[in-house]
């Protein structure tokens, strides 16, 4: 983790008018997690899929594979990536009027000697390009702003994890395209359940429609009396856990403000997680 990186300021798009973008980004990791979900041995927690956040790039970066190659996409362009070893740029082709099809294809052209990829099995919420449209890129905006949200996420909880022994690898997921890491709580609680704490940020869901960071433990007992947040709150619908909805995040107009009240809440709510843990 690069120390020096900046957070850049959030805020350039309303973090509500971010799901067209979202959706087709979503779909897109699909593309470059089928490299790795192809060419290596499967993981039963499906890690062998997950990404990571290059910052160098500004892209989601898959597993390496035979070769040493990897697939990624860069996010502010919505752009198709192939990068080497030493993370040099390799090949790039952009997702903008092409089809799904049409890119899995091409990656597997440039990557896997035209072997056919691995479909997703937990596909991503419904879009029009799942059924053969094309992608477009025309928001600009949009595009940059989610890109941001995912650089200033890795940027945050690289951060925290760096600090804690606890945290696993930050890693985006493509089946939820949230970008997270897990603590591993010591003990168990009385049902033998491992207990842990989630921590990340998606750019939204079926749940809250614009970006948030969460902080989820499990397992939680009596929900009665919950311990107060340093910003954010308590999300009941669904899934129980802590939320910093993105229009709280990017209240702050500064670059510096934004930073402080995420780390803030991060780290509050893991207090607060610890403290309802069974």
């Known amino acids: 983790m690069n120390e020096q990186l900046p957070w850049l300021l959030l805020g350039g798009r309303s973090s509500g008018n971010l799901q067209e973008a979202r959706l087709q980004l979503h779909w897109a990791a699909q593309v470059v997690s089928s490299l790795a979900s192809t060419m290596l041995p499967a993981s039963s927690d499906d890690s062998h899929t997950n990404l990571c956040w290059m910052a160098e790039h500004r892209c989601l970066a898959g597993r390496f594979v035979t070769g040493d190659v990897r697939a990624a996409l860069r996010l502010h362009d919505i752009t198709l990536l192939l990068l080497n070893g030493r993370d040099e740029i390799?090949?790039?082709e952009p997702f903008e009027q092409r089809t799904l099809t049409a890119m899995f294809e091409r990656l597997s052209a440039v990557a896997a000697q035209g072997i056919r990829l691995n479909r997703p099995t937990s596909t991503p919420p419904d879009h029009p390009v799942?059924?053969?449209d094309l992608f477009s890129s025309a928001d600009e905006a949009a595009f940059e702003e989610?890109?941001?949200w995912f650089g200033n996420s890795s940027l945050s909880l690289e951060?925290?994890?760096?600090?804690?022994?606890?945290?696993?690898e930050v890693r985006c997921?493509?089946?939820h395209f949230d970008i997270a890491t897990l603590l591993s709580v010591s003990g168990h609680s009385l049902e033998g359940?491992?207990?842990t704490i989630g921590m990340g940020m998606t750019p939204g869901d079926g749940t809250i429609s614009e970006p948030y960071f969460y902080v989820t433990p499990w397992p939680v007992g009596s929900r009665t009396s919950l311990p107060q947040l340093e910003g954010g709150e308590w999300h009941h619908n669904e899934w129980f856990g802590a939320v910093l909805r993105g229009s709280e995040a990017a209240a702050d107009s500064t670059e510096a403000g934004q930073k402080r009240t995420v780390e803030v809440f991060l780290q509050s709510a893991t207090v607060a997680a610890l403290q309802l843990i069974v």
């Open 130 to 132: 799942a059924h053969g």
């Open 146 to 148: 989610l890109s941001r």
């Open 90 to 92: 390799l090949f790039e």
């Open 173 to 175: 997921w493509p089946h």
């Open 193 to 195: 359940t491992p207990q």
């Open 159 to 168: 951060r925290i994890a760096a600090s804690d022994s606890r945290a696993s």
